[in-house]
């Protein structure tokens, strides 16, 4: 479970293509980081596989089913976004809530979802409190606590920690890596930030004008790019 194919995506957004044929295979556990400079297409490519934009032409297949047609709820994906959109009258706990009260979830299997989901993201102590009381770190997690709690067979990320300083965003790195390893559930990861690519991803996805660049393992981009713009991307990181 967690298949992800995506075969000749295009997106256009009136005419101009911004996402131009895309064809990749994502394995089951694999955490996949799409990384390009700002404009390359990474947010729109990532809309159209949660279902939050139509997809222009080609196929966005999950385990193997054809999930074009299909609502984001019906996609078995869970989405966090840089911009938490958490709801600042809410409590910690009922915003992680949040997706089961929608789905009418019983209380008890609420209370257990949003335990087990504050436990893996040290969240357990702040479920009484507001988000304004918390850091930026705390707030990322309860968004991120509010996708774990839909089970998702998919993840994706959307630059979910430029908003933090750079200490934050390094422990945040290692925060999440170690969340994949725990739920051993596919991630598919967006950034512009280089470091982020080479130190979490199974895989990278360089984008570069709405095309793939290059696809490979961290070190294999930094040893052998394929081209000039990978070479210049991969190889300077800030
Ligand atoms: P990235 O996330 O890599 O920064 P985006 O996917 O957000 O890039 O955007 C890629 C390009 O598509 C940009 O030039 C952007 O201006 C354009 N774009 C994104 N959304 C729309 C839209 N709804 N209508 C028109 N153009 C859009
Ligand atoms: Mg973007």
């Given at each position: 479970?967690?298949?992800?194919?995506?075969k000749n995506?295009?997106?256009?957004?009136?005419?101009?293509?911004?996402?131009?044929?895309?064809?990749?295979?994502?394995q089951?556990g694999?955490?996949?980081?799409?990384?390009?400079p700002?404009?390359?297409?990474?947010s729109t490519?990532?809309?159209?596989?949660?279902?939050l934009?139509?997809?222009?032409?080609?196929?966005?297949l999950?385990?193997?089913n054809r999930v074009?047609?299909?609502?984001?709820?019906?996609?078995?994906?869970?989405?966090?976004?840089?911009?938490?959109?958490?709801y600042?009258?809410?409590?910690?706990?009922?915003?992680?809530?949040f997706?089961?009260?929608?789905?009418?979830?019983?209380?008890?299997?609420?209370?257990?979802?949003?335990?087990?989901?504050?436990?893996?993201?040290?969240?357990?102590s702040?479920?009484d409190?507001k988000p304004?009381?918390?850091?930026?770190?705390?707030?990322?997690r309860?968004?991120?606590?509010?996708?774990i709690?839909?089970?998702?067979?998919?993840?994706?990320?959307?630059?979910p920690?430029?908003?933090?300083?750079?200490?934050l965003?390094?422990?945040?790195r290692?925060e999440?890596?170690?969340?994949?390893?725990?739920?051993?559930?596919?991630?598919?990861?967006?950034?512009?930030?280089?470091?982020?690519?080479?130190?979490?991803?199974?895989?990278?996805?360089?984008?570069?004008?709405?095309?793939i660049?290059?696809?490979?393992?961290?070190?294999?981009?930094?040893?052998?790019?394929?081209?000039?713009?990978?070479?210049?991307?991969?190889?300077n990181p800030?």
């Amino acid at each position: 479970m967690g298949q992800l194919s995506l075969k000749n995506v295009v997106k256009t957004f009136g005419d101009f293509e911004v996402v131009k044929r895309i064809s990749l295979d994502v394995q089951e556990g694999e955490f996949v980081v799409f990384v390009g400079p700002s404009g390359c297409g990474k947010s729109t490519l990532l809309r159209m596989i949660a279902g939050l934009e139509h997809t222009t032409a080609g196929d966005i297949l999950i385990d193997g089913n054809r999930v074009n047609d299909l609502p984001p709820v019906k996609r078995g994906i869970a989405m966090v976004f840089q911009s938490y959109a958490l709801y600042p009258h809410m409590s910690v706990y009922e915003n992680i809530a949040f997706p089961l009260r929608v789905e009418r979830a019983p209380e008890k299997e609420i209370r257990e979802k949003v335990e087990a989901a504050a436990a893996i993201l040290h969240l357990d102590s702040r479920l009484d409190q507001k988000p304004g009381n918390l850091s930026g770190g705390q707030r990322q997690r309860v968004a991120i606590g509010r996708a774990i709690v839909r089970q998702p067979e998919i993840f994706l990320f959307d630059e979910p920690l430029s908003n933090l300083d750079a200490a934050l965003r390094a422990d945040m790195r290692i925060e999440l890596t170690r969340l994949h390893k725990q739920l051993s559930t596919t991630m598919i990861y967006v950034t512009h930030d280089q470091v982020e690519a080479m130190t979490m991803a199974d895989r990278i996805v360089v984008l570069h004008d709405g095309h793939i660049a290059q696809v490979g393992a961290p070190l294999a981009l930094y040893h052998k790019p394929e081209n000039t713009f990978v070479a210049g991307f991969i190889g300077n990181p800030r």
